[in-house]
């Protein structure tokens, strides 16, 4: 059976401070609700820049509580506002020396839900999170809202099909993974492993992506968001590979019930002789 929701994805480029970052997306966000959007999903970090290039503690200043800090609490009044469900992902802090690279999920009617916080830390050239934030703590949680249910990856975790199969196994019909990735260091797997994660769990899969380069060094975000549907194809276009975009693409459900009586993996599955996964 159809069921059609309107979903998208912002990316955008650094504009030098949070404050004007924040007025930017806002005004995406409100772009997409206008062309009908149900459900939109912002980029990585979305209100800083990606400071994870360098290890410099100045960074931590970007952090903020969730839900009661004053990103959240503004887009709380941006779903309240667009009846859009918004998936917000930030740099959180829960006290002095405990930060996580959070996505909080706030409903169309603008309760918050709850967070995802990122499983999979890289500490790699360019990518020294480790300096900045713990592994998340609350598992793979799926929320209910008023699209339908929904899981969160962010960026690194996607290098990772536990996670992306334990969002299936809960329920998950849109996935959002927002990114913070660079052209030379990942652009041939972008559309390869999130397509392969959206059909080998059967179901939507959300990618975005930052554009530009923010003014740091060995930088150069490639967007190219967008969204993979459960047979593994790109749904329309992709997004810029240099400018800001709102991606806002229409995602019928329905698919993932077809889908998953065609190719019935989850039937099939066999958890049984899968300990060696999780032993080893």
Known sequence: MSKLVTAALVQSEWTGD??????KNVGYAKEAAEQGAQVLCFQEIFNSPYFCNVQDSDNYSYAEPVPDGPTIQRMIDL???????????????????????????????????????????????????????????????????????????????????????????KGARIVFNPSATTRGHSMHLWKLEQTAAAVANEYFVGAI??????????????????????????????????????????????????????WAFYRDRRPEVYNEVAAV
């Not at 949070?18 to 007025?23: A, Q, T, Y």
């Not at 806002?248 to 329905?254: A, C, T």
């Open 18 to 23: 949070k404050e004007s970052m924040v007025d």
């Open 79 to 169: 779903a309240k506002e667009t009846g859009m469900v918004l998936v917000v992902p930030i740099y959180e802090v829960v006290d002095e020396g405990t930060f996580f690279n959070t996505a909080a999920v706030i409903d169309s009617d603008g309760t918050f839900l709850g967070r995802y916080r990122k499983t999979h830390i890289p500490q790699v050239k360019g990518f020294w999170e480790k300096f900045y934030f713990r592994p998340g703590n609350l598992g793979y949680p799926v929320f209910d809202t008023a699209v339908g249910r929904i899981g969160v990856y962010i960026c690194y975790d996607r290098h990772f099909p536990e996670g992306w199969r334990v969002l299936g196994l």
């Open 209 to 262: 992506n930052r554009v530009g380069a923010e003014g740091l060094t060995d930088t150069d975000y490639y967007g190219s968001s967008y969204f993979a549907n459960p047979r593994g194809e790109i749904v329309g276009e992709t997004g810029s590979d240099t400018d800001d975009e709102v991606v806002v693409r229409q995602l019928d459900l329905g698919l993932v019930e077809e889908v998953r009586r065609y």
